[in-house]
């Protein structure tokens, strides 16, 4: 299998030659140049296997030029008890008859971007190899949050590679900030950037198709790759855990086989829940893929209109990792559901770069809205589904599943659709627990208490232990303080590399 660009101006290239790439250097996104499908009997087989047993028979069909040892021993490294706090790896905890949480934050720093950036590590530098390329690999990633601590953690010390994650320097809650600026590894940078998330993504991605930056970094032995959900790399790991959740609901008797299930999936970047369309392009029974957005709504308004307008207000909210205006694996969609119109896609992303909007025609919106469906959640009614939640049933979620949550429920009104369906759980609940013990306990309760204090309070009011990773992060040394404006994201990433910073 090749790989081609969204936007047809570069060469297809092999799995590994994307996975090292991280983005085309035409500025598109690299897509699989076939469709790949897992059969009814296939997917039966999935409900008697473990986790790395799926990952790897679903990573086999899309990584065509790693061996099947590579992939299981990939599998292996990533998926093991001593990163993941549960033998399942990805649990499905059911709330009642129709729902279901999809638990996707039981790795190492308590966010679904582990399931993907604790394989990635492994995959990169298999890649490297196989393409022949002698440079070291210098990983930038652009973070609302999670993607960057999930990086760091995946890549430090990985032999050959470099990372430097740039953040928007109010734009994410305090125990993220935290597990960043306190990142140990002789190979990792942090940066703080003085802009929002999607002045951060775009200088960082302006910097991959800058040939000056490029030639100069080249000639200090380094090339660029990306951690981020625009490398492909990053992509087929989420896929894995869609079938997984379907494996998991047919081997517990949930459900019969060929039944359809939707999925709702708390959306920023679109990675997550492009992951889920791919799924559902490969044969996995899915109805709708709910995208369940925040007060940037920007994903909700195109789903129902077919415009795309990030000229917008940009809000900071209690789900910050979802606070996002430019949502780049829209692009992959927009390729797939038009059936591989990259002149449209050039055209389409054009008009995002110069007139931050635009429209796309009937027909492709029909097929997106076949699929898709969606709503968003205000800070208000996040806060209030947290409480309602746990009072009904129990269950805590963080601010971000609780949009998902908030979202399925407009969803059922909206339609009556009583299918199966699973919530995508993007986070621990502590990793928000400002907001999360604020919803649950009161103000009262959390007033004058700093984010670590209200760790315990959590714990002890909801009798769930702190996740390893989280607990004693205030006590760790600051090892990174670096704080530019957006402008300086290029020239900060050739002194990191250069050793003059
Ligand atoms: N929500 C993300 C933003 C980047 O998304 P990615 O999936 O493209 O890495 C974050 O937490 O950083």
């Not at 090339?223 to 959740?245: E, K, T």
């Not at 799924?279 to 795309?308: E, H, S, W």
Request: charged share 25%; net charge neutral; with cysteine.
């Amino acid at each position: 299998m090749l790989y081609q660009s969204t936007r047809g101006n570069s060469q297809p290239v092999s799995a590994a030659g994307a996975i090292k790439l991280g983005i085309a250097p035409d500025g598109g996104l690299f897509v699989p140049d076939r469709p790949v499908y897992v059969t009814a009997g296939e997917l039966a087989l999935m409900a008697g296997m473990t986790y790395q047993e799926r990952a790897a028979s679903i990573l086999q069909l899309f990584l065509t030029d790693f061996t099947s040892g590579e992939i299981r021993e990939c599998v292996q490294g990533a998926y093991d008890r001593e990163k993941f706090d549960v033998p399942e790896i990805a649990p499905l905890q059911k709330l009642d008859e129709h729902l279901y949480v999809l638990e996707l934050w039981h790795g190492p720093t308590c966010a679904f971007k582990d399931m993907a950036l604790q394989i990635l590590p492994r995959l990169l530098p298999r890649a490297v190899k196989k393409t022949g390329e002698d440079r070291e690999i210098a990983i930038l990633v652009a973070t609302s949050g999670d993607t960057g601590k999930a990086a760091l953690e995946g890549f430090r010390d990985v032999p050959g590679t470099h990372i430097i994650v740039f953040f928007p320097a109010r734009g994410v809650s305090e125990v993220q900030r935290l597990q960043m600026i306190t990142q140990e590894g002789r190979n990792v940078h942090v940066v703080a950037v003085e802009g929002n998330f999607d002045q951060t993504q775009s200088g960082v991605k302006a910097i991959f198709t800058d040939s000056a930056v490029n030639a100069a970094v080249d000639r200090r032995g380094y090339r660029f790759s990306s951690a981020n959900s625009i490398n492909w790399g990053r992509l087929v790991p989420q896929i894995v855990y869609y079938f997984s959740a379907y494996a998991d609901l047919l081997a517990k008797g949930e459900i019969a086989s060929g039944e359809t299930v939707n999925f709702v999936v708390p959306t920023g970047n679109f990675g997550n829940i492009l992951a889920a369309f791919y799924a559902r392009q490969m044969g996995l029974p899915v109805k709708r893929l709910i995208c369940a957005a925040n007060r940037n709504n920007v994903l909700t308004d195109f789903i129902r209109t077919g415009t795309y307008d990030r000229t917008r207000e940009f809000y900071r909210t209690i789900s910050p990792s979802m606070d996002i205006l430019i949502s780049s694996n829209l692009e992959r969609l927009l390729y797939e559901v038009t059936g591989g119109d990259a002149a449209r896609v050039r055209e389409w992303m054009g008009a995002l770069q110069t007139a931050g909007r635009y429209q796309v025609d009937g027909e492709t919106l029909e097929k997106i809205q076949a699929v898709f469906w969606s709503d968003f959640a205000g800070d208000p009614a996040t806060m209030e589904t947290i409480r309602n939640t746990y009072r009904q049933y129990g269950y805590l979620m963080d601010t971000h599943t609780a949009v998902g949550k908030y979202v399925y429920d407009r969803y059922v009104e909206a339609t009556r659709d009583t299918s199966k369906t699973v919530i995508a759980s993007t986070a621990s609940p502590f990793k928000f627990n400002q907001s999360v013990a604020t919803a649950i306990l009161g103000e009262e309760a959390v007033r004058g208490k700093g984010e670590f204090e209200l760790l315990e309070t959590l714990s002890r009011a909801t009798g769930l232990p702190i996740p390893k990773g989280l607990k004693d992060l205030d006590k760790k040394p600051v090892r990174h303080t670096l704080t530019v404006a957006p402008e300086e994201m290029k020239r900060v990433v050739q002194e990191l590399l250069t050793g003059r910073n």
